[in-house]
């Protein structure tokens, strides 16, 4: 008689055998002890070699057990992310190439990524409350950051490590990355100065967040750098929208004296803009210009296309999460901030006024 197979019963498993921080150290000729530490971000350890031990342990199949870590280190080596997905979607079309960035950082960094939702900012705040107190995160990306951002102050009461997409108010203890948004409006406004125009209106996104103050500000500065008077009638608040900008487009092509040109500070808010022209029979480029701040494909696509300065989100993503595991790590937040600039895409939405 043959004997059984007993294999499928044996409780052996089948997969190959899990691979060990002492496999990679021996593929790299390296001491175990610096494998170890570079792939947990000492400080003593050399960019370089970090990198190198990064990408052979990712390369090798090596998962560090999470469990362990956490008992030997305190960390769960997560990076916590909550969405307020609730009321206007104007944040939305960033989302894709956003998340993205951070996981591939966080992959890069053998860490993972967290993400929740909130339907308003209060539930935000206690998701927030929520992860920190449940340890299910070491720390937070906070996007669209406001002047006075609840989320910033609790977490900077608990000592919870965060970074921010964007400033703040108060940026003690703050680490954050941002793009200067202020510089490319003020680039906007001398560029339809240079194509002729002096009446240049402004359309800004939402008072209570950080951005809308910092690009009010690159307007006025380009009106100031062009030597044009600042005249309140052409400048209308809380556009983020293509509702917002119909109603705010309208408010300033009905003027006596309207503007020849509108920059806007969302993209969005400028396509509400295309549709208000449209009804008073003004022909985008031509009769009204218009630039926008954004860089979304559906600007690409609108007819004109519409000129917007562009952000690359999936890098932002990525910069963000490097700079909120070295926080976590114990690096001062006031050392780790970084300023990055919008690409200005020129397509057919501005031109010269009619003279």
Same mark, same amino acid.
């Given at each position: ?32 002890? =610096? *494998?170890?530490? %570079?792939? !947990? ?8 070699? +970090? @990198? ?61 990524? =967290? *993400?929740?939702? %909130?339907? !308003? ?8 409350? +929520? @992860? ?62 240079t194509l002729g125009h002096k009446r240049i209106g402004f359309i800004n996104g939402l008072d209570r967040y950080m951005y ?144």
């Amino acid at each position: 008689m043959s004997k059984p197979d007993n294999s499928v019963n044996s409780g052996r498993r089948s997969s190959k055998p899990r691979v060990t921080i002492k496999d990679v150290a021996e593929e790299l000729a390296m001491a175990k002890s =610096t *494998v170890s530490r %570079a792939l !947990n971000g000492y400080s003593d350890i050399a960019e370089s070699t +970090r @990198l190198r031990v990064s990408k052979t342990a990712q390369r090798m199949g090596y998962q560090p057990m999470v469990q362990a870590q956490a008992i030997r280190t305190g960390l769960m080596r997560s990076v916590g992310l909550v969405l307020n997905v609730g009321g206007s979607s104007s944040h939305r079309p960033f989302l894709t190439n956003f998340i993205d960035g951070i996981s591939q950082r966080a992959s890069q960094e053998n860490w993972t990524l =967290t *993400v929740t939702t %909130a339907q !308003n900012s209060e539930a935000v705040l206690e998701t927030i409350e +929520r @992860l920190s107190n449940e340890r299910k995160v070491d720390g937070f990306i906070l996007p669209r950051t406001r002047v006075i951002d609840p989320r910033v102050d609790f977490l900077r009461t608990h000592g919870v490590p965060f970074v921010m997409f964007g400033r703040t108010g108060n940026d003690d203890e703050c680490s954050w990355f941002d793009i200067k948004g202020e510089l490319a409006i003020e680039k906007a406004v001398l560029r339809l100065v240079t194509l002729g125009h002096k009446r240049i209106g402004f359309i800004n996104g939402l008072d209570r967040y950080m951005y809308a103050s910092l690009r009010f500000d690159g307007y006025v500065q380009g009106l100031k750098k062009a030597g044009l008077a600042y005249d309140e009638t052409l400048v209308r608040p809380n556009a983020v929208t293509k509702r917002d900008g119909l109603r705010e487009g309208a408010v300033l092509l009905d003027l006596p004296a309207p503007p020849t040109a509108v920059v806007c500070a969302v993209d969005l808010a400028a396509l509400g803009v295309y549709q208000a022209a449209k009804e008073r029979g003004r022909k985008i480029g031509r009769d009204l210009s218009i630039i926008s701040y954004d860089g979304i494909d559906e600007g690409e696509y609108a007819s004109p296309p519409l000129t917007s300065f562009s952000v690359d989100n999936r890098a932002a993503g990525e910069i963000l999460t490097g700079l909120l595991i070295k926080r976590i790590r114990g690096e001062a937040p006031e050392t780790l901030r970084q300023l990055g600039e919008a690409t200005l895409i020129e397509r057919a939405s501005d031109g010269p006024p009619v003279s």
